[in-house]
């Protein structure tokens, strides 16, 4: 059976979490992802991943303003499950770390072939695992720099 290229399956397969000491747990999504399924992710994933690298109570979880991430529903369930949010505003380039740590994934996984969805979300679940904290560590750490470049070119493309 041949499938598309995995970059255009892998949204399957979600990071859960991702912070300084590492990454955290890796949702698998069956079906499409709407706030009830993101809420999910958020409960099974990120949760467990806060106890897992031992984050102290002051972390913030870092979204997109993408709709299931800021409707209604799921802006109570935050308040109710008392995950603090970075506001974020709606016209912004997507700067979240993660994302970077998702392109490394998706080549990765590319250079493995799958040549099935079983083995596709195998693949997935390896290389995260493999995932150094340093990498994680260092896409933190370089944040700050990725904001001035962005204040630099007014919101335009920048090299990262």
């Avoid at 079906?31 to 031992?54: F, H």
Wanted: hydrophobic share 35%; with cysteine.
């Amino acid at each position: 059976m041949a499938l598309p290229a995995p970059a255009r399956l892998l949204p399957i397969v979600r990071p859960g979490a991702m912070c300084s000491p590492g990454p955290g747990r890796l949702a698998v999504i069956n079906g499409t992802m709407n706030s009830a399924v993101y809420q999910k992710i958020l409960k099974e994933n990120v949760r467990p991943s806060v106890c897992d690298l031992k984050l102290k109570r002051t972390w913030v979880l870092q979204q997109d303003n993408d709709p299931k991430h800021t409707s209604k529903y799921t802006s109570e369930w935050l308040k109710k499950n008392k995950m603090k949010t970075l506001e974020w505003p709606s016209q912004s380039p997507d700067l979240n770390p993660i994302e970077m740590l998702w392109h490394d994934l998706k080549k990765v996984v590319h250079a493995r072939k799958p040549s099935n969805v079983a083995e596709l979300q195998q693949f997935c679940k390896d290389e995260w695992a493999k995932i150094p904290p340093q990498r994680c560590n260092r896409l933190i750490a370089s944040y700050g720099k990725r904001l001035i470049a962005v204040v630099a070119a007014k919101g335009g493309p920048t090299s990262y």
